[in-house]
């Protein structure tokens, strides 16, 4: 399982930005695969999630304001964040569960300042 993720950066509050996750090693349309998301000295947030049968899961810390989405022809995974805010400002990942197990990214930097 290989997951590459893209597109992170700086941005100003309010602002939006779309993360990118190009997967590989493994059938993408099969599993469920996410976002997640850390800053320095927390653990790891789950943020969203969606199921090979288009069911999703959302974090109420995010609920309105990003949306996942996949396109299984190019193996490739979204977050659309909108309406970020400083506290947003994160390491985020993609990840894969696949045989029951998570597999990561190596993460991407967002940060939301003025």
């Known amino acids: 399982v290989q997951l590459v993720e893209s597109g992170g950066g700086l941005v100003q509050p309010g602002g939006s930005l779309r993360l990118s996750c190009a997967a590989s090693?493994?059938?993408?349309?099969?599993?469920?695969v996410g976002w997640a998301r850390q800053v320095p000295g927390k653990g790891r947030e789950w943020l969203l999630a969606?199921?090979?049968?288009?069911?999703?899961y959302s974090a109420n810390s995010v609920k309105g304001r990003f949306t996942i989405s996949r396109d299984n022809a190019k193996n490739t995974l979204y977050l659309q964040m909108n309406s970020l805010k400083p506290e947003d400002t994160a390491v985020y990942f993609c990840?894969?569960?696949?045989?029951?197990?998570?597999?990561w990214g190596q993460g991407t930097q967002v940060t939301v300042s003025s």
């Open positions: 969606v199921y090979p049968d288009g069911s999703k």
């Open positions: 990840a894969a569960r696949v045989g029951g197990e998570d597999s």
């Open positions: 090693g493994f059938t993408f349309s099969s599993y469920p």
